[in-house]
């Protein structure tokens, strides 16, 4: 086992409990703007908040939440990224009660059983969901107030629609009018920070609970302290260095930990000002009217990013320059020369031209747009995380930056690789203050995450490489990582699957495009009988159109009701059982390896296998090949075996069969090309183990040879000690030899 620490380059703001982020910052940066937005797209002029305005709504939010619900209650809230999201948040975690963020992109269905997992007990939300969440709050007896964030986006008439609709419901509010029964402004002009915000959670109180992707009953709830995500801030601003009063574009959703830890928090304890994006088609424009410094981003982004920036070189004619310019300025900083910003000012100018940092995160980024980005003059921090971890646990930083790796663990942050040998890859381990509580309501869980001695376990494979950077070589378990760095757990979708009787099993994996893209794929095995009452050809030839078919129709029926990025996108099947474990469990790897080995011989696309009969595509690519190799590795008698089996099955094929006939044929075909399959692998061993057993022989030869070579210096050695005392005489000797 390897086992790393992070070092501290910097000295991190003191931040030791999440209210010091509003006490700091309204002391430190009192006028300086926090947040900027627009209320609505099409306005010009953005609503910008201080760090006091800041500290006073987040004053304002817990004054009024007291007075609705006990302190120690749990607020989830659900929506775009804005100012209010972030004072409830705010108001919430620094120590009012628990906040409970949702992913707003969830299906309808998902959030109700999710919401009564967390027993949450106020729900503030954007317009998009208001009848859903006052829906769900008749259906749930531990919601007791609803607040509207997003009154400000509605149209005269439909808000006194919705104010008529609710004026004799007291449990309802706008979230302006909710501010207002706070009735502490009076204290804000005389007390100070300390005094007026609510006291910060004890050590091991829960302050925040954060869904991992899965269906509303298998996603884990994530419990997190104020200690796990202020020692996740401190570690951060200990490995990184920004300059004063910069500007950060909120792109990411921040009920992500990934942007609510970097990009919120973290920017919080730095004073910077956080521009909320308009959405991803504003990205560009954005950059130049707020003049980013630093960016928190997935690689789908970026690789969108460097894409645009190709694309418009084409289309301007500016492709060649672009290039010679990139191969420029890589050429010029081997020899210590940076003349990155300026060789490439005007591509720059397009992203604002002070864009210095991005901080990637979620999934791994490819090479290519790594040195891209570096060859234009900004830095890009690839970092590794997860929620458990609150979330980050290593990263690219402003001393070391690794490219192709997940950089160093941050400060303060002990990461260990389960390896039997340095350098190998193996489990990647954590130990820090930013290990989360464990998971909500599930003991079980939790104690197979952490150990006693308080490691967590990720499930991910890793290794530690050049300047103790660790680099990500795979995930445990079969966690799907899509390019958005949305997670997908195929468990999930595999048990949608065999819902439907006519399936089996079934096998769902993520499949990595030519253009950097994951698509989420399944292998399904068929029953033949049920597929064909399914389908009511009942009897004669079952074409591989009508299963297809039948197939599009479940597919299309299960990704209906699912999140658009766990949709399944392409699918095949197959008769044949797939390889099991005693416990009737799929041998996810093996079966992976087969499907790799199947395509990395036919050199195809996978996407040709859409609707398809991978035993047939199997048969076709490969039979002949199978054929001409059964004859090279098995014995005459085997193959003189093989050829009247193929006889006897083309005389079969002469004669009209019945279904289970041509069933029974088709599996003992199969179990023929299996035994010869299997057969050609043993003999493939057992040529090894004789060459490894020659190849120790002579080994073995060499080292008796070495030993005699060495025996013989031995000896001469000890010849010629022996002669050279022999030849001394002592001085007594000589006397008495006179």
Not at 322 to 351: M, P
Not at 645 to 672: H, M, N, Y
Not at 674 to 687: F, G, I, P, T, W
Request: net charge negative.
């Amino acid at each position: 086992m390897e086992i790393i620490s992070g070092k501290t380059y910097y000295q991190a703001p003191p931040i030791y409990n999440l209210r010091d982020l509003l006490i700091e910052g309204q002391k430190k940066f009192e006028d300086r703007i926090s947040v900027a937005y627009r209320e609505k797209i099409s306005d010009e002029d953005f609503v910008k908040k201080t760090y006091n305005d800041l500290y006073r709504d987040v004053v304002r939010m817990q004054q009024a939440l007291a007075k609705v619900v006990e302190p120690g209650s749990r607020i989830a809230v659900i929506g775009d990224n804005s100012y209010k999201w972030m004072v409830t948040y705010l108001a919430t975690a620094t120590g009012f009660g628990t906040i409970v963020p949702l992913d707003r992109l969830l299906k309808h269905e998902e959030l109700g059983p999710m919401l009564k997992r967390s027993r949450a007990s106020v729900i503030v939300y954007d317009a998009s969901f208001h009848e859903l969440m006052q829906s769900l709050k008749e259906d749930n007896e531990n919601i007791s107030h609803t607040i509207f964030m997003e009154s400000e986006k509605l149209t005269p008439d439909l808000k006194a629609e919705i104010d008529s609709e609710h004026a004799d419901d007291s449990s309802f509010f706008f979230f302006s009018d909710f501010l207002a029964t706070s009735d502490c402004e009076e204290a804000l002009e005389n007390e100070s920070p300390d005094q007026l915000l609510w006291p910060a959670h004890k050590e091991d109180e829960i302050c925040a609970i954060l869904f991992t992707s899965g269906t509303s009953a298998s996603a884990k709830a994530v419990m997190l302290t104020e200690k796990n995500l202020s020692s996740n801030v401190r570690a951060l601003l200990g490995s990184v260095c920004f300059d004063d009063n910069i500007s950060a574009l909120s792109i990411l959703p921040l009920h992500h930990t990934f942007e609510n830890t970097c990009g919120f928090l973290c920017m919080l304890a730095i004073g910077a000002r956080i521009d909320i994006c308009d959405g991803l088609r504003y990205v560009s424009k954005n950059l130049k009217e707020h003049q980013t410094y630093i960016l928190i981003a997935v690689p789908a982004l970026l690789t969108g990013m460097k894409r645009a920036i190709e694309n418009q070189a084409k289309r301007t004619g500016q492709d060649r320059k672009l290039n010679i310019g990139l191969k420029l300025a890589r050429a010029l900083r081997f020899i210590g020369i940076d003349r990155r910003r300026s060789i490439f000012k005007d591509v720059l100018a397009e992203l604002g031209g002070k864009l210095q940092i991005i901080i990637s995160g979620a999934a791994s980024l490819d090479k290519e747009t790594l040195r891209f980005f570096d060859a234009l003059g900004i830095d890009v921090l690839q970092g590794y995380g997860l929620t458990e971890a609150s979330p980050v646990v290593s990263g690219g930083n402003t001393k070391i930056n690794v490219l192709g790796t997940v950089g160093q663990p941050i400060a303060g942050v002990t990461v260990a690789v389960d390896n039997d040998k340095k350098g190998e890859p193996g489990e990647i381990l954590v130990y820090a203050d930013s290990v989360m509580a464990g998971y909500l309501d599930d003991e079980e869980a939790t104690k197979e995450a952490i150990d006693e001695a308080g490691w967590l376990h990720t499930g991910d494979i890793g290794c530690i490489g050049r300047r103790n950077s660790i680099t990500i070589t795979g995930r445990s378990k079969s966690m799907i990582v899509l390019s958005s760095g949305k997670k997908v757990f195929p468990e999930e979708l595999e048990t949608l699957l065999k819902e439907r009787e006519f399936i089996k099993d079934s096998l769902v994996f993520g499949q990595e495009t030519d253009a950097g893209d994951v698509v989420i794929t399944a292998k399904l095995v068929l029953d033949e009988e049920k597929i064909r009452e399914k389908t009511g050809i009942n009897v004669g030839d079952l074409t591989e159109e009508d299963i297809s078919n039948e197939l599009a129709v479940l597919i299309e029926e299960i990704n209906r009701n699912l999140p658009a990025f766990k949709g399944i996108r392409s699918y095949f099947y197959s008769f044949q059982d797939m390889l099991q474990t005693t416990t009737m469990k799929v041998r996810r790897g093996m079966e992976m390896d087969n499907l790799q080995a199947l395509f990395a011989h036919t050199k195809e696309n996978w996407q040709v296998l859409r609707g398809k009969n991978i035993d047939q595509y199997a048969e076709e690519r490969l039979g002949r090949e199978d054929s001409e190799q059964v004859g090279g590795d098995v014995k005459s008698s085997a193959t003189e075996a093989l050829a009247a089996v193929e006889e006897k099955e083309a005389a079969a094929k002469k004669r009209k069969v019945s279904v289970k006939d041509r069933i029974r044929q088709r599996e003992l075909r199969r179990a023929r090309r299996k035994y010869y399959r299997d057969l050609r692998v043993l003999n493939r061993m057992y040529d090894d183990v004789l060459k490894k057993r020659e190849r120790l022989t002579e080994d073995e030869r060499k080292l008796q040879v070495r030993e005699a070579v060495v025996e013989q210096r031995l000896k001469k050695i000890r010849e010629k000690i022996e002669l050279d005392e022999s030849e001394k005489i002592t001085p007594a000797a000589k006397v008495s030899q006179k």
